[in-house]
């Protein structure tokens, strides 16, 4: 006959679940971040409403395997991926293990060396690639890139929306994740087909998709543009868009739970270009400078 649980051991087991449900919530809180997809979206391609993702998010609601499946369909990760210490877990655990014990900046070393000993050769356009969250000066620095040595100015969210036949925001609502990726993929590769001598800016979301992330890191000399959270709201504010305001403080801690999410796959670029606090033609200067070898100007 089994032991009765006793009244402690059962307050240390909620603690644990509750915990283990926390934890839940906050990784799929950090996936939807990183794909850069909104709440809405979310529960339109999951089918679950979206009061319940907004609980199941904070930790307060103990989500069952089928909507954990939903959601990973949803978000095109594994179902295991949702679920916590799970990150890497298909690496080799010595593999996993070396890499747990190195600083970021080793990290990227280790990246750099893997990916010139085991990458699928591609051949490397004579272009520039912005990587960065919105607002951080991308497109204006971009056209005055390439205003500069006389090149095009490509936005790959044009040339999506242009293959697509529709706006991205339509394109996530009516194909989801995986409809938009699968395009994304598509217009890198027509891009680095018909321009490759360009200035090319990508969205934020585009490190998320490690396949095509890979692709434009072979492909281009990257330059991660970045700033500060607040800096990100206030300019995205200034052009005119208030849809950063949408939940205000809750705004602020998504824009900056994205940034921490996607930072390790920003700063795989070859180069990091800060904007913060800076006027745009010191910042143009930098990159002016950065840009001349690649560009092959004497």
């Not at 059962?10 to 449900?21: C, F, H, K, M, T």
């Not at 499946?69 to 593999?95: C, F, N, R, T, Y």
């Not at 085991?118 to 969250?133: C, D, E, N, W």
């Not at 680095?192 to 492909?219: H, K």
Request: a neutral charge; glycine letters at 8%; charged letters at 25%.
């Amino acid at each position: 006959m089994s032991k009765p649980v006793s009244a402690s051991e059962e307050r240390y087991n909620d603690a644990e679940i509750g915990a283990l449900v926390q934890q839940i919530g906050a990784r799929i809180r950090a996936i939807r971040a990183r794909r850069g997809m909104t709440r809405k979206h979310l529960s339109k391609h999951s089918g679950i409403s979206e009061r319940y993702l907004a609980k199941a998010e904070a930790g307060q609601a103990n989500v069952s395997i089928a909507l954990l499946w939903k959601l990973a369909q949803a978000l095109q990760v594994q179902l295991v991926d949702l679920l916590p210490d799970s990150e890497g877990a298909s690496i080799g655990s010595p593999m996993l293990a070396l890499l747990r014990g190195l600083s970021a900046e080793e990290q990227e070393d280790a990246f750099g060396l893997l990916r010139s000993r085991f990458a699928k050769p591609v051949q490397r356009t004579s272009g520039i690639a912005l990587i960065g969250l919105r607002g951080a000066g991308k497109s204006r620095l971009g056209s005055l890139l390439a205003d500069e040595f006389r090149v095009p100015f490509v936005r790959l969210g044009q040339v999506i929306e242009d293959m697509a036949g529709m706006n991205t925001g339509e394109l996530f609502s009516l194909g989801g994740q995986k409809a938009y990726r699968r395009i994304e993929r598509q217009a890198l590769e027509h891009v680095r087909q018909n321009y490759p001598r360009a200035v090319l800016e990508v969205g934020g979301s585009l490190v998320s998709q490690p396949d095509t992330l890979g692709l434009l890191l072979d492909s281009y000399y990257t330059v991660w543009v970045r700033t500060t959270a607040e800096e990100h709201m206030n300019r995205v504010l200034e052009q005119g868009d208030l849809r950063p305001m949408a939940g205000n403080r809750q705004a602020m801690e998504d824009l900056q739970r994205i940034l921490a999410e996607r930072e390790p796959e920003y700063r795989l670029a070859d180069y990091t270009l800060d904007t913060t606090d800076r006027p745009v033609l010191d910042c143009l200067r930098e990159l002016v400078a950065q840009s001349q070898a690649q560009f092959q100007v004497a």
